[in-house]
């Protein structure tokens, strides 16, 4: 499943299409999704918001579509007239004069007033996006030591939109071996020092994913570039100490970690 920075990549390759300029076509495949339609033609996209996994489409018109990928849906971005060949289901479509966006196989799809927007159960529960750079390391070390959560174990705690929105299987395995720490380890646990190395790695390994993921590394810039150290590595080299990188699954997820400086 895609996490937050393979979500906000896509957003942003939506709002480079068709962002600002005039809907001539608007589609949706649900019933209660079809009266917007009309209205929707002549607005513009002014922005498309992710909410970790969701995306928030907000209109010129304060409407806001909300959608979750979940494990099946996907965005294309096509030339206006284009017509791909895919046995995928189409749910929406916002055409503009040059660019169309097209949502397959999603279910989960919303229209929203602001109102609405304020008190959606999926968006009350979510907790901040790691990509929202308005959230700073003290802001996730004071939710890491929060009643709420610094008795969890971070093998669940990480894979929990609800503590931050974006985080993933990835995310959680890189982030976990990047401080050197155990997946049964609790912030409760845990030296002043290793807070803040674990708060600051929950913000950057994300935004360096979101920034650099899929770039080529010219060698110029080596070493800042997002690269996997333990996911889907089991059986290789840790790059720190040399020892065996293991896996197992964990929050029935699988889990990849060096049991050498994991400890």
Known sequence: MPEGPEIRRAADSLEAAIKGKPLTDVWFAFPQLKPYQSSLVGQTVTQMETRGKALLTHFSNQLTLYSHNQLYGVWRVVETGDEPQTTRVLRVKLQTAEKTILLYSASDIEMLTPEQLTTHPFLQRVGPDVLDYRLTAEDVKARLLSPRFRNRQFSGLLLDQAFLAGLGNYLRVEILW??????????AQLSEAQLDALADALLAIPRLSYTTRGAVDDNKHHGALFRFKVFHREGKPCERCGG???????????????????T
């Open 178 to 187: 990047a401080v050197g720490l155990a997946a049964q380890h609790k912030a």
């Open 244 to 262: 065996t990188i293991e896996r197992t699954n964990l929050s029935s997820r699988p889990f990849y970690w060096c049991p050498g400086c994991q």
